[in-house]
């Protein structure tokens, strides 16, 4: 489906942002291991998160779906069939397909082989192979890439210092510590987001947090239920969209605020926007509140750091935000950009120097001037990956002449609410 972007009205109203991709991961899977019955509340539409639901599914759970985005997992049979041959296709999804290793690695007689689409077999697995491989884990692999022929055996802890800041390298390690006798600890050296930590706490596993470093031993998880907040990743897109758009006013509802997700909201404040938390409470032992935007007068500034993985999906749309900023605006440190769906450095810098965009590709991130017109009028791609596809509509929106953005099915793997909403703000 190709769709053309383009300038229409300001952006206002109130919209509710739908379920975090990550913390439906999260849910579905953890429900999972708790051998009970989790009710999931607002769980995400998205493709990627279907997957993980498939996942266990054929791991044996029973999953009722009462009505959309409400999920009753029943986790009594789940793996128990000690079946030798379990094909489980991870989709376009590298969190279903790492933090799954992690907790097959550790289930003792299952063994099963994780499948992905085009883009996820290309991407690097070997962050996540080598720490279980020092568990004592048993993977076959190709090259360090999907397929992974998974056998499950009995582990051993390890303190272990990852190379990336990477949540979901740090997530399977700890659900592989989560099923292995002794204390498992992953130290980072940044802190990457921290769901799996906060879930594991609140389903009751025993975890401790010290500074950077995560440590877990075998636990029996407690059947909760879970209500998934709005993500913030994708309230991203709106806020950038109503910071660029003159006159925009909008308020976003429901939005996940971990303070390992937010990064986003500090850029956006450090570049001049007007942006306000409204109220905010905890829910599931994660915040969540409402976040107002209005058009202003942006400013350039340098992104890196310790930031980086706070905000390492939002970097896109920053990158669109920064061509409508004052000055020059610098993001480094985000190599790892180039191992998610696509090359996001390669492919967004490419795409947005086609609309006119004045940018430029480091190895580890991108320069951006600002504030400029951006032509548009043209065909962009989006690589099959669902943050570009999104966050070129953004640029769409400050564009001259409109954008056609072709395959713009892809923004399905995390949010097919997008349009709809993007409409919603301008229908008035
Ligand atoms: C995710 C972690 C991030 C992020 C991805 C989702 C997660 O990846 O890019 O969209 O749910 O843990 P890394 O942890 O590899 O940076």
Redo the contacts with the bound molecule.
Sequence with gaps: MDIISKFTKPLRGIITIPSD??IS?RAAMFASLTGGTVEVTNFSNGADCHSTLNIIREMGCEIEIPSEQHVVIHAQNAFKDKLDNYLLDCGNS??TMRLFSGILAAQEGISATLTGDLSLSQRPMKRIILPLELMGAKIQHNAFKAPLYIKGVELFPIDYKTPVA????K?CILLAGLNTDGKTTVTEEYV??N?TERMLKYLDADLEINGSSVSVRKSKLTPKNISVCGDVSSAAFFMAAAAIVPDSDIVIKNVGLNPTRTGIIEVLQKMGADIEILHQETVCNEEVGDIRVKYSNLKGITIEGEII?RL??EIPVIAVLATQAEGTTTIKDAQ?LRN?ESDRIKCLVHEMKKTGAIIEETPDGMIIEGKININGGCDVECYHDHRLAMSLYVLGLASESSLKINEFQWVDISFPEFLGLMTELTDY
């Design positions: 991709k990550s991961h590298g969190t990477s949540a979901q390298v997530s990457s987001r769901h993985p390492i999906d790892d998610k």
